[in-house]
């Protein structure tokens, strides 16, 4: 295991060459630096979990320190890497899912300008997110946290010369940050406090220092959680992530399914221990997950641009991982993570296939009938959307997303449990409105199927992954992470799974009624008044972007158009603009002419005489 720094410095070392390569490196051998140091990594990351498996560490733990930052009085921070189940699981995730990825990138992106640049941004984002989830203390975890928000950045506005696309990135640059700046209030606060940033003395810390519910944790959590909401996409910071998807669909995958968006799951279930100390915030995460999934899902029903649908659909999906954080269940969250990560790569590269045979159409109601011309992109959306809709025993998403609804269910908390089934029928319905739309009915576009290694291999892979045998990869949590209340099931586990398998079974069932055939009674829904108000309310996401663009944007732009020339400045310097133009004036009665000294002359003699008798009198 002592080459586990290996797994995130040859991402970097990729970064480096294509960087210094400024573009002047041939398709293949950009591809071949790209995705052979993800590769090179992959290997690495396979041998490291070998070896954790076969001759686990002490403890079940490594660490690696790699050098000391700094000494400073109080202040002593490692270059360390630390290795448990937890981060264990994530490093397999995001190298493993992301290797996949950026295999189909070179396929996808063949003949794109800026071809080198793209693998040179993706590879220093895989480095940046092992940083986050490797790194021993919270600051460098915080350094990896802001390396990812920098990569969507310019991978979102990868195709910058559109303006749309700089807005995007802007956007999510800018919502990322407000919640990053809540994330380091909270590192702050657990540094006065505590006097540590490392990870697991905070968590032996934290219950000696402070009680259940004491201000100073609470407010602790609560900053880390705002940090978690933007990077993770939830409420209140969700609107960033539909416009993500600017930037080129691999992305798309990347930022979803192996890093930036989960980033913020693994930072609340990295520090439970702090969570456990604030009940009332860790039951706010819950809530924030609950409403978030319930909301993304009629918005993902309305929607008409197949990357959007996804999109919302993530954001959904995060919101169950929160749910679960929120009720105690933290091995299901991560499970959700680990299969969620298999099956919306997967659905990610197919739309991506689907878009370059369709001669980058993404509106699916122009699409239509591209089953029988696209068996592998078909094939990949009815086993990823099955999975997505936890289609009952055959598919990964149905164990992952039944044990968060047995946790909910188990900790009493009803309200939870019922968001929970609500978006269980609103994923099913939504995505396979999106599989019957665009793979039948009539076809509308001249689709071609693509070809090669880099193509069908990822979504070959990811298929079985989304299946029964993602599943059976158990991550290795016993030990990192608190049981659950929910772990004794028998019958009403068992009735519970009946429902919510009948749920999304349910959901596909109305998707087949309304969206196969004429679609004559969803039109007609569709013009109706209260259907007219209720498609543009939800295809606006609910209208977050309004009411913050009126609530924050526009009194913003408002208060810096006053600012913009100073007025604290122009206030100070009206004196001396006075004086100047007095100054102005009086030069001008300089004239050098006689005439007009002795007429001014006496004007001054009749206001002297004037002044004098008015006084007088």
């Not at 609340?268 to 924030?288: N, Q, S």
């Not at 590269?349 to 699409?367: D, P, T």
């Not at 290694?453 to 158990?474: E, K, Q, R, Y």
């Not at 009403?492 to 004559?520: D, M, Q, T, Y």
């Amino acid at each position: 295991m002592n080459l586990l720094f290996l797994t995130f410095v040859f991402p970097l070392i990729g970064f480096l060459l294509l960087s210094f390569s400024r573009g002047r490196w041939s398709e293949n051998l950009s591809a071949l630096v790209g995705v052979g140091s993800i590769g090179l990594s992959a290997i690495v990351t396979a041998y490291v979990i070998w070896q954790f498996n076969v001759a686990p560490p002490e403890g079940g733990v490594f660490v690696q320190v790699l050098w000391r930052w700094m000494a400073v009085e109080g202040f002593t921070p490692n270059f360390a890497l630390y290795l448990d189940g937890l981060s264990l699981t994530m490093l397999g995730v995001v190298v493993g899912v992301g290797f996949l990825i950026h295999l189909f990138a070179s396929w996808y992106m063949r003949g794109e300008a800026g071809y080198s640049r793209f693998f040179a941004y993706t590879n220093l984002f895989i480095a940046s997110m092992l940083f986050l989830v490797l790194g021993d203390n919270l600051l460098f975890l915080y350094f990896g946290w802001e390396g990812v928000g920098l990569c969507s950045y310019l991978l979102i506005g990868f195709y910058y010369s559109n303006r749309n696309n700089g807005n995007a990135a802007l956007k999510a640059f800018i919502v990322t940050r407000i919640g990053d700046v809540f994330m380091a209030i909270g590192l702050f606060i657990l540094f006065q406090q505590l006097g540590t940033l490392n990870i697991q003395e905070l968590l032996v810390k934290a219950p000696e220092h402070f009680k259940v519910g004491d201000f100073w944790i609470v407010l602790a959590t609560l900053m880390l959680l705002g940090g978690a909401v933007g990077k993770s996409a939830q409420l209140p910071l969700q609107t960033w992530l539909a416009d993500a998807m600017a930037g080129p669909t691999p992305v798309s995958a990347l930022i979803h399914a192996a890093t930036m968006v989960t980033a913020g799951v693994y930072l609340i279930a990295r520090t439970h221990g702090l969570f456990a100390l604030a009940p009332d915030i860790l039951h706010l995460v819950g809530i924030v997950g609950g409403v978030t999934l319930v909301l993304a899902g009629f918005a993902a029903l309305v929607q008409t641009d197949i990357k959007r649908i996804l999109a919302y659909s993530t954001m959904s999906q995060i919101g169950y991982m929160f749910l679960a954080l929120g009720v105690g269940a933290w091995e299901g969250a991560i499970f959700h993570l680990m299969t969620h990560a298999f099956f919306k790569a997967l659905l990610f590269l197919a739309s991506g296939a689907v878009i370059v045979a369709c001669h980058h159409e993404q509106n699916i109601f122009k699409m239509g009938g591209l089953w029988k011309k696209l068996p592998l992109a078909y094939a990949s959306f009815i086993v990823g959307g099955a999975a997505l809709a936890a289609l009952p025993l055959v598919t990964a998403g149905f164990y992952s997303k039944d044990e968060i609804l047995w946790e909910a269910f188990a900790s009493g908390n009803q309200g939870l449990l019922y968001a929970g089934l609500v978006g269980a029928f609103m994923t099913s319905l939504y995505t396979f409105r999106l599989i019957f739309i665009a793979f039948h009915g009539e076809a509308k576009t001249e689709a071609h199927a693509g070809h090669g290694i880099a193509h069908w291999l990822p979504l070959s892979v990811l298929i079985v992954l989304s299946t029964f045998v993602g599943a059976m990869i158990t991550p290795p949590l016993a030990d990192v992470l608190p049981q659950s209340v929910g772990h004794a099931g028998g019958e009403a586990k068992h009735s519970l799974e009946i429902a919510s398998g009948a749920i999304a079974l349910a959901g596909i069932l109305l998707a087949a009624l309304l969206f196969l055939g004429k679609r004559r009674f969803v039109t007609a829904i569709a013009n109706s008044g209260i259907g007219r108000f209720l498609s543009a309310w939800w295809f606006a996401a609910w209208g977050f972007d309004w009411i913050y663009d009126k609530l924050f944007v526009k009194p913003y732009l408002a208060i810096s158009h006053i600012l913009r020339k100073d007025p604290l400045d122009q206030t100070i310097g009206l004196i001396p603009r006075m004086a100047k133009g007095g100054h102005t004036a009086l030069s001008r009665t300089e004239t050098g002419q006689l005439r007009w000294y002795a007429a001014s002359m006496a004007a001054g003699a009749v206001l002297v005489i004037g002044a004098i008798v008015l006084v007088a009198v």
